[in-house]
């Protein structure tokens, strides 16, 4: 089981093109469950999750979602953790949790980044109408892979140091 969960990690990629096969609930709510098993600062457990599956809305999202079959809005509720840089990576540890989740189950997703970006929050929050207290982070789109993308090998030994920085 280590091995095959390392190989998911090795081939974790970013996928754009998707089939219009629709994703079962069952695998929806399995990508969340691990979005929720990762780490939280200081546990506060704030990222909050809008699953979007209407074609209308997600073609009004940020770019990348005309053919994805469903799209995983990651949230910060700032009320929960109320410092940027923890709820920034709350949200970071759960889009990647997620997206190797994505990977497991066969299927594929890329990361779109909201947050900071204004127009992209205000799109987001304006059209899901999120309340205040909740921050738009990203989105994991996610489907069937329309096309198989050969995998880049990132691992590069230049960019290992010691403790004595070389």
Request: one cysteine or more; glycine letters at 2%; charged letters at 30%.
């Amino acid at each position: 089981m280590a091995n095959n969960f390392l190989e998911v990690i090795k081939n974790r990629k970013s996928v754009r093109s998707f089939t219009s096969e629709l994703v079962c609930d069952e695998k929806i709510k399995e990508i969340l469950e691990c979005g929720m098993a990762a780490p939280s600062a200081m546990n506060t457990n704030c990222v909050e999750f809008i699953v979007v599956k209407n074609k209308e809305i997600m073609n009004k999202l940020p770019q990348m979602l005309e053919d994805c079959a469903v799209a995983i809005v990651v949230c910060a509720n700032v009320e929960k953790q109320k410092k940027e840089a923890y709820w920034l990576q709350d949200c970071a540890a759960s889009m990647e949790n997620m997206l190797l989740a994505v990977e497991a189950l066969e299927l594929g997703g890329v990361w779109i980044a909201i947050y900071p970006e204004e127009e992209r929050m205000k799109t987001a929050c304006d059209l899901l109408n999120v309340p205040n207290h909740i921050k738009p982070v990203a989105i994991v789109a996610l489907g069937y892979e329309n096309e198989k993308e050969n995998l880049k090998y990132n691992y590069e030994e230049k960019k290992i140091h010691s403790e004595k920085w070389i």
